[in-house]
């Protein structure tokens, strides 16, 4: 790619390689890395990059496979500039880069109930887009607006009606990047706050590879939520059951593992390419719709460019 981009007050780096910032490591390089110095830096720079250059804004990697390949265009990284946690009576205002398990920390240290972000890996500019949840509640429950810069630099407010929140997915364009939230928090009693994520923590570990590579849950759960991501009681079909029925839990491509523990967890067991985690997903996807007849959905993000000699 060109040299000629915009020089921003920001960090602008070349040929970045970006297996160390994706909690699977693995990944070829982006042609640029930005990390923007604040709002009015990334807006500016969006807004002077030519209309034809790709932008991919990642959070701290946990949902992501890049594929070997790499990145065509700019990668946008927000840093220590973006994850700012500030609380005014029942708002919990935050920067896009604060991590969620952070953000329920100070929340229940306030007297605020945001415990559900507590085992949701990521930042919580990836929780709005995605509509994270668990044990019942979503990033639509409890999102008032959020801020995000578009890929021509405007810097605009979003409602929950603008993104309109489905399923783990919104509505937001792929390039528009998310640089702060508000949340509104019911309030509760801290250590009773405290007292339920150590509890959560502690059956997310007897029942998730938490100390294995992984990106979380590899696909979504193909019933038993509404369109608006609440659970609905009168489905119980989940993912990982779906994978186990169809005996894939423990197998193995190369270096990429369905977890023993939990069958939904793609991992890299040490050394594992792309190709190989993203073979082995797409073969789960195969085995489980022909075992089934349930077309399993991605919940990791893959994106790049194959290995130059994949093709």
């Known amino acids: 790619m060109s040299s000629d981009l915009?020089?921003?007050?920001?960090?602008?780096?070349?040929?970045?390689?970006?297996d160390t910032l994706t909690w699977l490591r693995v990944g070829g390089p982006a042609d640029w890395l930005f990390q923007p110095a604040d709002t009015a830096d990334l807006a500016d720079f969006l807004a002077a990059l030519d209309p034809g250059v790709p932008v991919f804004p990642m959070g701290v990697g946990s949902n992501l496979i890049v594929r070997d390949g790499g990145i065509r265009g700019v990668v946008i990284r927000l840093g220590r500039a973006f994850n700012s946690i500030e609380i005014d009576g029942e708002t919990v205002t935050v920067g896009a880069a604060a991590l969620d398990a952070q953000v329920a920390r100070r929340a229940a240290e306030s007297g605020l109930d945001l415990t559900f972000l507590r085992t949701i890996p990521g930042s919580i500019g990836g929780a709005v887009r995605m509509n994270a949840g668990c044990y019942g509640s979503y990033l639509a429950d409890h999102l008032i607006d959020a801020e995000a810069v578009t890929r021509d630099g405007r810097i605009t407010v979003l409602t929950p009606g603008d993104l309109a929140f489905a399923y783990r997915q919104t509505s937001l364009p792929a390039d528009w990047v998310l640089t702060r939230a508000r949340l509104r928090a019911a309030p509760g009693d801290p250590d009773a706050l405290h007292a339920r994520m150590a509890d959560q923590l502690a059956r997310r570990d007897a029942?998730?590879?938490?100390?294995?590579?992984?990106?979380?849950?590899?696909?979504?759960?193909?019933?038993?939520?509404?369109?608006?991501?609440?659970?609905?009681?009168?489905?119980?079909?989940?993912?990982?059951?779906?994978?186990?029925?169809?005996?894939?839990?423990g197998h193995s491509w190369g270096g990429a593992q369905m977890s023993e523990k939990h069958p939904n967890f793609l991992l890299n067991t040490g050394g594992a390419t792309a190709t190989e985690l993203e073979a082995l997903g797409e073969l789960v996807r195969r085995r489980v719709l022909e075992e089934s007849g349930h077309d399993l959905e991605w919940e990791v993000i893959r994106i790049g460019d194959p290995a130059p000699d994949e093709g």
């Open 207 to 249: 029942s998730q590879p938490t100390r294995e590579r992984s990106a979380g849950s590899t696909f979504r759960n193909p019933a038993g939520f509404s369109s608006t991501g609440q659970q609905d009681d009168t489905h119980e079909l989940k993912a990982w059951s779906l994978i186990d029925r169809a005996g894939l839990r």
């Open 6 to 18: 915009p020089r921003p007050r920001g960090s602008l780096t070349p040929d970045r390689p970006l």
